[in-house]
Every structure is written in C-alpha cells, then in structure tokens.
C-alpha cells in the first residue's frame, strides 16, 4: 500500500525560475540516469529478490526514489514558472498563439517543442532531448550479484548527473536541492555495496565457475605502439590479485580444424 505524505522529503528552493535549466533537470525526471528509472529498476528487483532483507531494503530506496521524483518534479515546476513553456494554454497571451503569429520561437520553449503540444509546456517523462522514459532502462536481470553491480553503477551515474547539474547552476537554492538529492545517491550506492558483501560466494556470478585457465589469460590482441597487450596486461596484473597469465599468440592457439 502507497500513501502519499504531502510534506516533501527536503525542501526544494529555486531562488529563480530559469526554463533553460529545467530542460537539462529533465534528465533527472525521465531520463535514463533519473529517478523514475531508479524507481522502477528496484522495485521490479524487489518482487524476484528471494532473500527478505535485501528485498525490504530494494523496496525501500524505490520508495525513496519515488520521493525524489516528486521533488524534481517540484524543482522543474518553479523553475519554468512564469516561462512560455507556463503561458502555452492561457486564453489571453497564450504563447502557441504568439507563436503561429510568427511572434515567438520554438526555441524559447526550453522544454522540448513537442512538449508545449502534449504536455501543455510543462515535463513530461523524457529525458533533457526529449526522448520518452522507457522500460529498456531498466537492466535487471534476476540474479542478484550482477543486479547489485548494475545497481552500483546505476548510483555511480546518479551522482555523476547531479554533479554535472550542480556546476551548471548558479541559483543557491537550486544548488541546495541538487546537493541533497546528490548526496542520497551517494548513500545508496553504499546500501547496495553493503549488500553485495554479505554474499559470501560472490565471484563469478552464478553457479558455473568456468575454464580455469580461460578465465586468467590476458589474450595478447594488439602489438607495437602505447597500449600493446604488454602495457595491457602489466596494468591488469598490477592491480588484481586475479594473477593472469600473457597467452602469447591468440591466432597460433586458434583451432586449426575449424575453417568458416
Ligand atoms: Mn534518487
Ligand atoms: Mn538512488
């Protein structure tokens, strides 16, 4: 059972409306690094998940997902207030009608165009070009060490978006809210690598371990120049305790008995 509680989760202030930063804020509403995805790739998790606590804790951050994209929702609304994207539907002064009197631009609608048609100029559910949220962002697999990982990585993203958008604002309050929302992405990805180390059998994913010297040969792919197969593998050997081993030649170990 959801509730909706009306107080946000932290106050989101927007010293000045700006359309033009509300366009890139999309991303973080329909986008495929933005909340909805974030939402929606851990609840679906949640329901295939078999271990109760991970499960509690997946349906807690979608819950908290959720939380958030009710306050970038709230940002991207003060932030095109009083803008043309606002003006589209009014009777007196609409700004469709500015427009098809060759008095406007589409290019001041700082959504995307469409928008102003379907959306009455304010979000819709894509990301900051305009292309429609979709399930395909959406990665899950069913097993949870590789959903952990993307979940990681999917955090990782999170933070990097926020980051992006914090330095291109100037507006304090704006900066605030991004900084907040920001910060609970970064407390998530540890959730989640919490999670990933109370499983014990956690490399490789699955149950089939796999050919033993497959999985420690570094294939020499490339020769001469920077970044031959020697500096490749020197860096890999480097910083794992994996050991790999150089296989020489993979042409000369290629099998000779087959030929497409
Ligand atoms: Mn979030
Ligand atoms: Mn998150």
Known sequence: MFLHNKRLMYTVRVDEPNPNFAKLLLEQFGGAN???????????????????QRRGMLLDIATEELSHL??????????????PPAKVDEVEGSYLG???????????LALNPGDAVLGAGGPRL???????WTS????????????????????????IVYER????????????TLNFLMTREVAHQKMFE??????????????????????????????????ASEEGFEFAQANSKWEFELDPDPVANAADETVL
């Open 70 to 83: 009710e306050m970038v929702g709230q940002m991207l609304v003060l932030l095109l207030e009083g803008s």
């Open 34 to 52: 933005g909340e909805l995805a974030a939402a929606m790739r851990y609840f679906t998790q949640a329901w295939n998940d078999p271990e109760a």
């Open 126 to 132: 894509t990301d900051s070009a305009g292309n429609p």
């Open 194 to 227: 919490a999670a990933l180390a109370a499983i014990a059998e956690d490399f490789p994913p699955g149950t089939l371990q796999g050919d033993k010297k497959l999985g420690h040969a570094y294939i020499k792919d490339s020769s001469g120049g920077s970044g």
């Open 98 to 108: 500015k427009l098809m009197a060759g008095k406007g631009s589409l290019a001041d």
């Open 165 to 176: 958008l914090i330095k291109y604002t100037d507006d304090a309050g704006v900066s605030d």
């Open 136 to 159: 395909a962002y959406v990665d899950t697999l069913g097993q949870p060490v590789a959903d952990l990982h993307s979940d990681i990585a999917a955090e990782a993203r999170a933070k």
